[in-house]
């Protein structure tokens, strides 16, 4: 995966310049597409500059959701988290479990770093900074905590992208982040199906908080992007609701696209990755119907699909 370029979900418009068409569902991310209902916002969030106090909300009602009391700091997503992991140490040997969600190398080149991409927890050992996306982006491995956390003194960061883990949090090492050697990212946008507010978070110990806090500057994350996540983050009825039909309707797409002769290869309950004879000719097959998925520059028999939103949207794929 090493030439593999820095293409993602999410590309809609290229997608209608192609196939033409304007009722497209997007399938080609894992954002939640049944969202939380936003809640009505304040005339300051959107006229004045965010608030300290916002900001104390908001991480208290991520470390609540996240079951964490380790520092942490809001960002605009666990991408911008990403841009700026590499700045956290100096540039020399970083590791990265792959495939995997293709920005993690990629920024890390960028900023200088000598990148090699490993296949497993094993081959991470040495390194000094180290990524594990778990689960993984996108065939939905993931690794036990004890696993992970065994990996602490024999790589010099061991950073660990948790953001397809709000429906599974049983695995997660948010708990943990406030170990030296051991940064967590958390994104808010994918489970709470709200990409667009731009909000993440990132969990580590108290030094590489404040580095990423002094680099995200003093203003990371936007008035609505707080008051959404102070309320969302605080429903637990909702998570709780949400997990549940999440896992059922995976279930549910998964029985669907075997019916295309698709082989279930693994995923999250955010989206599901499929082996196919021919992933083009997958994708074309969706896409003639609306529908736009994930194929990847690596793989030419790999697709991958989000969970549909609502039941006019599961009749589009059920009826192919």
């Known amino acids: 995966m090493s030439d593999q370029t820095r293409d993602h979900g999410g590309n809609l418009d290229w997608a209608k310049t192609r196939y033409g068409g304007s009722d497209w569902i997007d399938l080609s991310t894992g954002i939640n597409r049944v969202p939380y209902p936003v809640p009505a916002l ?18 208290a009602a991520a470390s609540q959701a996240y079951g964490t ?80 956390l065994a990996l602490l003194g024999k790589v010099g960061l061991l950073v660990v992208d948790e953001s397809f883990a709000d429906p599974l949090p049983c695995e997660s090492v948010a708990a943990d982040a406030g170990r030296e050697g051991l940064l967590v990212l958390r994104s808010f946008g994918k489970f709470y199906g709200l990409a667009g507010l731009r909000l993440g978070f990132a969990l580590g110990s108290e030094a590489d908080v404040a580095r990423l806090a002094d680099l995200a500057g003093p203003w990371p994350v936007s008035g609505p992007a707080l008051e959404v996540g102070i309320t969302a983050l605080a429903d637990r009825d909702w998570a709780l609701e949400t997990r549940a039909r999440l896992i059922g309707e995976a279930v549910r797409l998964d029985d669907i696209c075997v019916k295309f002769g698709w082989q279930v290869l693994g995923g999250t309950p955010l989206f599901r990755l499929y082996e196919t004879p ?43």
């Open 278 to 320: 021919d992933a083009q000719a997958a994708q074309n097959l969706l896409a003639r119907a609306g529908l736009w998925s994930r194929i990847f520059p690596y793989s030419k028999s790999w697709i991958r699909l989000g969970l549909p939103g609502g039941e006019a949207e599961w009749a589009r794929i059920s009826a192919l």
């Open 69 to 148: 009391s380790a520092p942490m700091v809001a960002l605009a997503g666990a991408q911008a988290a990403i841009q700026m992991v590499p700045l956290l140490r100096s540039a020399g040997l970083a590791r990265v479990v792959s495939p995997t969600y293709n920005e993690h190398a990629a920024t890390l080149r960028v900023c200088g770093w000598r990148v090699e991409e490993v296949a497993g927890l094993e081959g991470l050992a040495g390194a000094d900074l180290a990524i594990v996306v778990n689960p993984n982006n996108p065939d939905g491995r993931h690794w036990p905590r004890v696993d992970l």
């Open 42 to 59: 304040s005339a300051a969030a959107f006229g004045a500059l965010p608030t300290k106090a916002a900001m104390t909300q908001v991480l």
